[in-house]
């Protein structure tokens, strides 16, 4: 398959040979997925963010798992991955297509779940106004978005009207992301480095702030990996040092190392039975038997 057709590209021209062009601020940079992704990230996080919204809002994604720390995807059938920049919905479509699901199957199964989920809707919908080509406008001051991201709306919210209920402040306050140790809170949604006291008007967003401290401070993230690897609950996890995504050995499931803490991973594998106390005592039968085995050895 060639990427080069996939949602990311649609935001870049090449210009000559080696070089990208995004058409959004005329920067140049070294061709590549990756830098495409890290100017994306760095320049036009909104972007990022409409092309994980598109995914959302669309009738597949009730057969997939979106990891938005790495922008994978993973199929609930066979656990096949998918990159929601490098793959468009039709792609996956045609993977479900395997499964003999497609999208007229989708509406019969779903349409149970239309009123449950108009139930779910978050409190900023008071405040905007859905229109054609699924615009989202802003009732007060009637800004236009063309992404329903609502983290982008609440900051909209919150800057531009002052508006932002207890429940959301108390939500904000209460984020214990891993990578969060390092930052302070400026303001509702933005965060200040402790270390060289940049700040990140999406500070509520945990990829801008690995960004930075990959690109800024890597001793930093050497520090977080190094913690997980001496405890006691790394032996049940795969660390992907790529992209710092934990695989659970036991389901499969996936972490970002930046958000869970030891404790939370701790939690996770107590629903398996497993807990630094038998930990101890495999490790005990383990030396046990090796003992035992060396005698007869003798």
Known sequence: ?????????????????????????????????????????????????EIQNKFEHSWISAH?????????????????????????????????????LNKKTKRSTGENNIQRGTKRKSWIWQHYSKFQNR??????????????????????????????????????????????????????????????????????????????????HPLIIEKIRNKFKHSWVSENFVLNTSNDILKCKICCNNFDLFKHKVDDLANHLSKYGINKKTKKNTDGNDMNMNHQSEENNE
């Open 1 to 49: 398959m060639d990427y080069r057709y996939g949602p990311i590209w649609r935001y870049f021209t090449e210009e000559e040979r080696y070089t990208l062009k995004c058409k959004i601020c005329d920067s140049s940079l070294s061709k590549g997925y990756i830098a495409g992704v890290n100017h994306l990230k760095c320049k036009h996080p909104e972007i990022l963010e």
């Open 64 to 100: 997939f798992i979106l990891n938005t720390s790495n922008d994978k995807v993973r199929c609930k059938i066979c656990c096949y991955m998918f990159n929601v920049l490098q793959n468009d919905i039709d792609d996956l479509a045609c993977h479900l297509v395997k499964h003999g």
């Open 135 to 216: 615009r989202i406008k802003c009732n007060i001051c009637h800004k236009n978005y063309t992404s329903c991201n609502l983290y982008i709306l609440k900051v909209h919210l919150f800057y531009a009207h002052q508006i932002c209920p207890d429940k959301e402040i108390n939500k904000q306050n209460n984020q214990s992301e891993v990578i969060r140790q390092y930052f302070t809170k400026e303001g509702q949604y933005a965060s200040k480095c402790k270390i060289c006291n940049s700040t990140f008007a999406h500070g509520y967003n945990v990829t801008n702030l690995k960004l930075h401290m990959k690109v800024k």
